[in-house]
């Protein structure tokens, strides 16, 4: 796994306007259809990680557990996020195809 070009594709996918990051707009995101990846970071708090569990579950919403919150922020342009939602399909295969899912 290449985690540099990982996170690379994030930022693109970001640049792109095809990710959005936060606890509350990944939920909107996936509640309205929109959502083709989820990935949670590792390190996130396990209420974090049962919640975007359960609604991935429930939506048909590919989740990941990857990362931690201090990347995933940073190259969100953000502070730190726990939680990141692709809503592009060809983003979205590439970071699995990267992370080996």
Do not use: H, P
């Amino acid at each position: 796994m290449e985690i540099d070009k990982v996170y690379g594709i994030i930022g693109m996918a970001n640049r792109a306007r095809r990710l959005v990051s936060g606890d509350e707009t990944c939920e909107r995101t996936i509640r309205l259809g929109k959502a083709k990846l989820c990935i949670a970071a590792e390190n996130a708090s396990e209420n974090t990680k049962k919640k975007f569990t359960n609604m991935c579950n429930y939506r048909n919403v590919k989740l990941i557990f990857w990362g931690d919150k201090e990347m995933l922020g940073k190259f969100t342009g953000k502070a730190v996020r726990a939680v990141i939602v692709v809503t592009d399909n060809g983003f979205s295969k590439k970071i699995q195809e990267l992370i080996g899912e």
